[in-house]
């Protein structure tokens, strides 16, 4: 597996990140299968490792925090913040309060003393971005963590955080974490052009479009289960958006058949070999999931796949605009216009 620089900072990392999220109560709850899983993803040349401390509320991290115990040191190990962690007020978001207390909650599950990679998991529009910067810096002066990264960020909100990190000397994001898969392609109109002018790396989720691009759904396919991970908007196989969704599912399908590649392979490749991509995060549940979502790091698109696929999905287009509702606020339809 060939590796790749993370943005500026000289650490290098591979093209596949293993996303934790499914380890744990909302999804692998066998915590021994969850180890062996995390062991052959760093078996098979894997090195950046990513969880929050939200997932299955602390179980994920401390999973992971078990099975790198004797590799820490060869693990670029990142992780998030933000997300409410409890029910009473200032347990979550990005106050000096909320960052100062969880970072060491993070680290005692994960077992470790420092955190490679801390993220901010979604924009915080009532807080200072000063404020959280200014508590991230300190934790960089401290040790406790080398590198802070943002998540889910609008081109603006990126480039004003750059901006405060630089009028008042402090740490900057060296990272975003965006959505990115061949249905969802917005971050390639402002995003990706913003974090690569800034020399930011781009480690982006759900590069299988929360599982549209596995072949789990195809036409003529029964309406999905619903839930807070899956709202209907999203899934609700009876609207037009994803209709149409599903006819480009099928169409993607014959293109990764003709290239001699699975549908995965040929999503998680095309996120990939964007060159403004360092690492596209997969969250296997299963073994199966790993072994089936690993050989992407070694497909290269020709230029005809890839005019193929722009043909399909224009790109910057994302086919249901609520895909788009990740964490942006601006980015929500409905706040275009209010």
């Known amino acids: 597996m060939e590796y790749r620089l993370l943005g500026r900072t000289g650490v290098e990392v591979s093209p596949l990140c293993l996303g934790t999220m499914m380890f744990g109560a909302w999804g692998n709850n066998d915590v021994d299968d969850s180890i062996r899983i995390i062991h052959h993803a ?3 040349g894997i090195n950046f490792v990513d969880t929050a401390d939200v997932y299955s509320s602390g179980e994920s991290e401390e999973i992971v925090g078990k099975a790198l115990k004797a590799r820490r040191d060869d ?8 997300m409410p962690m409890g029910d009473g007020p200032n347990q979550g978001g990005g106050s000096r309060r909320w960052i100062m207390r969880e970072v060491e909650n993070s680290l005692q599950r994960l077992g470790t003393d420092y955190i490679d990679l801390y993220q901010v998991h979604r ?3 009532t807080t200072d971005v000063e ?5 991230l810096s300190d934790l960089v002066r ?3 963590v080398r590198y802070i990264g943002s998540s889910s960020y609008s081109a603006s909100q990126i480039v004003e955080a750059q901006v405060v990190s630089r009028d008042r000397n402090l740490s900057r994001f060296v990272t975003e974490q965006p959505p990115y898969s061949i249905l969802v392609r917005g971050i390639e109109q402002d995003v990706l052009p913003t974090t690569q002018r800034h020399g930011m790396g781009t480690l982006s989720y759900s590069p299988l479009a929360g599982g549209w ?4 759904w195809r036409k003529n396919a029964a309406p999905s289960p619903t839930s807070a991970a899956r709202p209907a908007a999203r899934f609700d196989m009876a609207s037009i958006a994803n209709q149409q969704k599903l ?4 169409a993607l399908a014959r293109v990764a058949d003709e290239a001699g590649i699975t549908l995965i392979e040929l999503a998680i490749a095309f996120v990939i070999n964007h ?3 360092t690492s596209a995060i997969i969250g296997p549940r299963t073994m199966e999931q790993l072994a089936s979502q690993l050989p992407a790091a070694d497909v290269t698109l020709s230029t005809e796949v890839l005019d193929r696929i722009d043909e399909l999905v224009a790109p910057g287009l994302t086919l249901n605009a609520d895909d788009n509702s990740y964490g942006a606020s601006e980015l929500v339809v409905t706040a275009r216009r209010r």
């Open 42 to 44: 760093l078996d098979a």
């Open 75 to 82: 693990v670029v190990l990142a992780t998030k913040f933000f």
């Open 123 to 125: 924009p915080i529009a």
């Open 131 to 135: 404020e959280t910067l200014g508590a």
């Open 142 to 144: 401290q040790g406790k």
């Open 213 to 216: 691009l596995s072949g789990k």
């Open 247 to 250: 006819e480009v599912v099928d």
């Open 275 to 277: 060159p403004g991509i």
